[in-house]
C-alpha cells in the first residue's frame, strides 16, 4: 500500500516537533515514578489488612501496583526510543533520496511550518518552483520511505 503524502507530511511536522512529540511519553513517565514513591510494600497500615471482614493482601496488591507502573515505564520508554529512530532513519532516507533544495523545502514547509512565501525567501526560488520541488520531493520520499520499510521488515 505505501505511505501517503498526508501520512508523510504528517511524519515530517512530528519530525520537526521532536520534543513535543516524546514530551508526553516523559511527563507520564515523570508522574508513574512519582507514583512508585508512594507505592510502598511496607506492612500494612491499620485498617488496610481487612477488608470486607476477610484478611487482605494490601503488600501484595501494593506489589502487583508497582508491577504494572514499571511496566507501563518500560512501554512508554521504548515508545521514545522507537519514535526517537524513526525520526532518525526518516533524516537518513531524506539524505539519501531527496536534492538539497527538496529537503530544505520539505523541511521548512513541513518540519519548521513555515508560511510558503517565508519559505520562497529563504530558498530563494520562486512560489511555484517551491511547488514542484515539494511536489517531486514528497513523491521520491514516499517511495523511498516505503522501500525502506519493506527491507527493515524483510531484513526482520
Keep these: 500500500m505505501g505511505i501517503s503524502k498526508k501520512e508523510m507530511i504528517h511524519l515530517l511536522r512530528q519530525m520537526g516537533n521532536r ?3 516524546v514530551e508526553w511519553f516523559r511527563q507520564r513517565n515523570a508522574e508513574l515514578r512519582e507514583t512508585l514513591r508512594d507505592i510502598s510494600p511496607a506492612s500494612p497500615q ?3 489488612t481487612f477488608s470486607g471482614g476477610r484478611k487482605g493482601d494490601s503488600v501484595g496488591r501494593k506489589v ?3 508491577e ?3 511496566t507501563e515505564i518500560a512501554i512508554n520508554e521504548r ?3 522507537r519514535r ?3 525520526f532518525s532513519d526518516l533524516a537518513r532516507v531524506m539524505q ?8 530544505e523545502v520539505l523541511w521548512l514547509r513541513h518540519g519548521e511550518r513555515l508560511r510558503w512565501e517565508q519559505v520562497r525567501m529563504k530558498v530563494h526560488a520562486s512560489r511555484s518552483k517551491c511547488f514542484r520541488l515539494e511536489e517531486a520531493g514528497l513523491e521520491r ?3 523511498s520511505w516505503d522501500k525502506y520499510i519493506e527491507n527493515k521488515e524483510s531484513e526482520g
Excluded: H, P
Excluded at 531527496?98 to 529537503?103: D, I, K, N, Q, W
Design 96 to 103: 539519501e533520496s531527496l536534492t538539497a533544495e527538496e529537503r
Design 84 to 86: 526517537l529512530r524513526e
Design 46 to 48: 491499620m485498617g488496610e
Design 19 to 21: 520534543q513535543e512529540s
Design 68 to 70: 504494572d507502573v514499571e
Design 64 to 66: 502487583a501496583r508497582r
Design 79 to 81: 515508545a521514545i526510543e
Design 141 to 143: 520520499l514516499c517511495k
